[in-house]
């Protein structure tokens, strides 16, 4: 075992109080009071915020030239942003070939090349962009042709190609338009593989680009030495439009940290969700021994079994008389419920669980760190729009879990500019069928069949036909036996072709030679399951802790360690960026973690990482 309920480790840590919460976090506070919950400590010495500048016009003026046919250009663009690229290029037909200037030329390419990726041909919009680029081209044009390509290669999961454009734009803006180009460098670098990082270095002839390269590399590596790192290379590049402040709320690492900071992990250890409960705590102590071996900075733990308790509250309140600086946990919904209704949190909470009501109360904030089934949902769509599919075949479960799961792909597929062929629904084994064949309107290319025989007065040869619109099917089991069972119902309904997806519930992290099945099918997963931080993994199944099919709620723990170790990085709001087990961790406006998973596929019943 890796923790007993009594088990207590006294390490030296960060500060225990945090200032307000900046930027779109409003007046929550992230960090409550310190040490002794009814004695004020000094807050810990956080990084200057960067001086306020004056508001400047952008180097790049983002006014489109006049023209004679800005109304049809305006019209074109209002269907476009409906997705409408049909009506986009009727109207841009208005245009006469022989009465366009250069910048209408241009414009007419940009509008054109946004109509081939609506439609679903991303290397034709990538070709119309490059034929776009010339000397003297109007700035304001070349900024939107270069904003579109960056998208494209973004959507497509290029991720290094994306963060030097995104480097090269950021160069011609300043304010908010700069703030969020640097945001979107350094999201993509921390999307891209190491050894691209490695790889792409020593080519690197710019020197601001060489920059982030090596900004990245520092961020990757472990151990006390990164803030030295960080601070020295500050240093030696003052100018760097990721000097100050440093992306990601790297800055925050910097900070001197205060000394005796205690943890309180409340979690189930007894009980239905016992085995759950122990799956993070191992997760968390497995990160947590592996960051002292590091000499990153350490704290006092201590561990509270939530189910010794009468309620979530009470269990907090003993955090509070322990002295706790922060809690990490409950991990059950009800629990979560419990806490976030309490009229005051005197210290923060790290929930291992979402919910969507939490009531405001003075002190500290209380933040959402989950598994949530509905961040894949979104992340697949996304993947799947990034690879061309425009109209989609959603196959659901019946119930709470299907249906939240569809409306999150739904929403998110839709304002990407995707449709919904159909939805189908399957509630037992028996339907599995019937929910393929009602999907792929088999049943009514049946019904036409059954209509003519009746019609002559012969039985007709005949073979179904699926509905031919579709270019992806959304697969959204809940386990791999449903999975196992409807992916091939796809092929023998005359539907193998399409990509089918799915997310990460139809694989358990246990090999299993039934998901040959499988094969074929594209989906989101954690980094954990694709062979990340391989040594904690390691230390896991060293120390008998390995919780096989709760293998997840491991990472789960480790990214709770990560976060809380982190703590005071989320003061940077919408820039905070972790790499986790679980996914790239971001925080919304919500304090809710959301997770960036990454691409896999099956292939010889083996799970695989694109």
């Known amino acids: 075992m890796w923790a007993k309920h009594n088990m207590r480790d006294t390490h030296s840590g960060q500060g225990s109080q945090l200032t307000t919460l900046t930027l779109f976090l409003l007046a929550l506070l992230l960090w409550g009071c310190a040490g002794e919950p009814q004695k004020k400590e000094p807050e810990p010495q956080t990084p200057a915020p960067e001086k306020q500048q004056p508001k400047q016009?952008?180097?790049?003026?983002?006014?489109?030239?006049?023209s004679q046919f800005s109304?049809?250009?305006?019209?074109?663009?209002?269907?476009?942003?409906e997705f409408d690229w049909m009506q986009a290029s009727v109207t841009l037909q208005e245009i006469p070939l022989d009465g366009m200037s250069s910048n209408d030329s241009t414009y007419v390419g940009y509008l054109q090349a946004r109509i081939a990726y609506i439609r679903g041909d991303q290397l034709q919009a990538l070709v119309q962009l490059e034929q776009l680029e010339y000397p003297g081209i109007n700035p304001a044009l070349r900024y939107r042709i270069l904003s579109l390509k960056h998208y494209i290669l973004e959507t497509q999961g290029d991720s290094l190609a994306s963060a030097q454009l995104a480097d090269h734009i950021l160069r011609g803006t300043q304010g908010d338009t700069a703030a969020a180009w640097k945001r979107s460098v350094w999201h993509n670098l921390e999307r891209t593989d190491e050894q691209q990082l490695l790889t792409a270095f020593p080519s690197a002839a710019d020197p601001q680009w060489r920059g982030w390269l090596?900004?990245?590399?520092?961020?990757?590596?472990?151990?006390?030495?990164?803030?030295?790192?960080?601070?020295?290379?500050?240093t030696e590049n003052p100018d760097h439009p990721a000097a100050n402040p440093l992306p990601g709320g790297l800055d925050y690492l910097l900070a001197p940290s205060a000394q005796n900071r205690k943890v309180a992990l409340i979690l189930p250890l007894s009980g239905q969700l016992a085995q759950a409960g122990k799956a993070v705590l191992d997760g968390f102590l497995a990160a947590h021994?592996?960051?002292?071996?590091?000499?990153?900075?350490?704290?006092?733990?201590?561990?509270?079994?939530?189910?010794?308790?009468s309620s979530a509250s009470n269990a907090y309140d003993e955090a509070l008389r322990e002295g706790a600086?922060?809690?990490?946990?409950?991990?059950?919904?009800?629990?979560?419920?419990?806490?976030?209704t309490r009229p005051e949190r005197p210290i923060p909470i790290l929930a291992l669980n979402h919910i969507d009501s939490i009531l405001p109360a003075p002190g500290s904030a209380l933040v959402q760190l989950s598994l949530a089934p509905e961040d894949e949902a979104i992340n697949v769509a996304e993947l799947a729009f990034g690879r061309g599919a425009r109209r989609a075949i959603i196959i659901k479960p019946a119930g709470d879990w299907g249906n939240k799961v569809e409306n999150a792909l739904r929403q998110r597929w839709e304002s990407l500019g995707g449709t919904i062929a159909s939805t189908s629904t399957y509630g037992t084994y028996d339907d599995y069928s019937s929910s393929v064949t009602s999907a792929l309107s088999l049943d009514a290319s049946e019904q036409r069949a059954r209509d003519l025989r009746a019609t002559v007065g012969s039985n007709i040869e005949f073979t179904?036909?699926?509905?031919?619109d579709p270019d992806v099917v959304f697969l959204l089991s809940r386990n791999g036996t449903e999975a196992r069972s409807i992916r091939p119902l796809l092929a023998f309904h005359y539907a193998g072709d399409l990509p089918a997806y799915a997310i990460s519930s139809i694989y358990n992290g246990v090999p299993d030679e039934r998901n040959q099945d499988l094969n074929g099918i594209q989906l989101v997963e954690m980094p954990w399951l694709l062979g990340a931080d391989h040594g904690l993994r390691e230390a896991l199944a060293a120390g008998d802790a390995d919780s096989g099919n709760y293998t997840r709620l491991n990472a789960l723990g480790a990214d709770a360690y990560l976060v809380q170790a982190n703590f005071l990085r989320l003061q940077s709001g919408a820039d905070a960026l972790m790499r986790g087990n679980t996914g790239l961790l971001t925080l919304d406006p919500t304090l809710s973690i959301?997770?960036?998973?990454?691409?896999?596929?099956?292939?010889?019943?083996?799970?695989?990482?694109?």
């Open 57 to 66: 016009q952008s180097k790049i003026s983002l006014i489109l030239p006049p």
């Open 71 to 81: 109304a049809v250009f305006n019209s074109a663009e209002l269907s476009l942003a």
């Open 214 to 234: 090596a900004l990245a590399q520092i961020n990757r590596q472990a151990g006390s030495e990164m803030p030295r790192e960080l601070a020295q290379w500050r």
């Open 289 to 309: 021994y592996s960051g002292s071996s590091l000499g990153q900075t350490n704290h006092e733990l201590f561990v509270i079994d939530v189910e010794k308790f």
């Open 325 to 340: 600086s922060i809690v990490v946990g409950p991990l059950s919904k009800e629990a979560l419920a419990d806490l976030a």
């Open 464 to 468: 179904p036909r699926r509905r031919q």
């Open 594 to 610: 959301r997770r960036q998973l990454s691409p896999a596929t099956f292939d010889a019943g083996a799970l695989k990482a694109q």
